[in-house]
T-cell receptor
Framework: NAGVMQNPRHLVRRRGQEARLRCSPM?????VYWYRQLPEEGLKFMVY????????ESGMPKERFSAEFPKEGPSILRIQQVVRGDSAAYFC???????????????FGPGTRLTVL | KNEVEQSPQNLTAQEGEFITINCSYS?????LHWLQQHPGGGIVSLFM???GKKKHGRLIATINIQEKHSSLHITASHPRDSAVYIC??????????FGQGTRLTINP
């Protein structure tokens, strides 16, 4: 059973370009989380998605950032018109179906290192 | 003040020493995670616990719900244990709130 997969592992973009980060959850997992780790800072929650639904996007910047998790295919984190401050490691995690009143362990992908020139 | 605080921020020890990393949280949680992050590498979940104590090999994690405190212990530390250890609390809609991490260096 393959783990959480993210691609690309490294992404270089120039200011103003678009960045698309992909996350394929573990088989059987229907919940995806995106986290960002800025240089020399801790991890911060961005968004939590289920298939075709955004459940919690309270950590997403209001502009230029969007996320989706379609019925088929990977989850996508999209950053439009990137700026140097977007340079960071972006981690995706997945968990299986969540039952009310419980918590399911999250499994992390290897991350995508985004560098904005 | 962060919702999840770790101490120490940096820890250097000699091989074989007993290691303790502490985590305090100020929010209600459903579970507490300990994660390991190697330089340039991904993140591995070590423990998820909501009460008591868990042990895996040389690693032990404990949590005191009343005091809102958790500890990660490493017995017989080894240079390969060198990594950043991160405490994270789950709350609300399952999202994680992270501590700032403890950078552990074990010297041979």
């Amino acid at each position: 059973n393959a783990g959480v997969m993210q691609n690309p592992r490294h992404l270089v973009r120039r200011r103003g370009q678009e960045a698309r980060l992909r996350c394929s959850p573990m088989k059987g997992h229907s919940h995806v989380y995106w986290y960002r780790q800025l240089p020399e800072e801790g991890l911060k929650f961005m968004v939590y998605l289920q298939k075709e639904n955004i459940i919690d996007e309270s950590g997403m910047p209001k502009e230029r950032f969007s996320a989706e998790f379609p019925k088929e295919g990977p989850s996508i984190l999209r950053i439009q018109q990137v700026v140097r401050g977007d340079s960071a490691a972006y981690f995706c995690a997945s968990s299986p179906r969540v039952w009310a009143g419980s918590y399911n362990e999250q499994f992390f992908g290897p991350g995508t290192r985004l560098t904005v020139l | 003040k962060n919702e999840v605080e770790q101490s120490p921020q940096n820890l250097t020890a000699q091989e074989g020493e007993f290691i303790t990393i502490n985590c305090s949280y100020s929010v209600g949680i459903s579970a507490l995670h300990w994660l390991q992050q190697h330089p340039g590498g991904g993140i591995v979940s070590l423990f998820m616990l909501s009460s008591g104590k868990k042990k895996h090999g040389r690693l032990i994690a404990t949590i005191n719900i009343q005091e809102k405190h958790s500890s990660l212990h490493i017995t017989a530390s080894h240079p390969r244990d060198s990594a950043v250890y991160i405490c994270a609390a789950s709350q609300g809609a399952q999202k994680l709130v992270f501590g700032q991490g403890t950078r552990l260096t074990i010297n041979p």
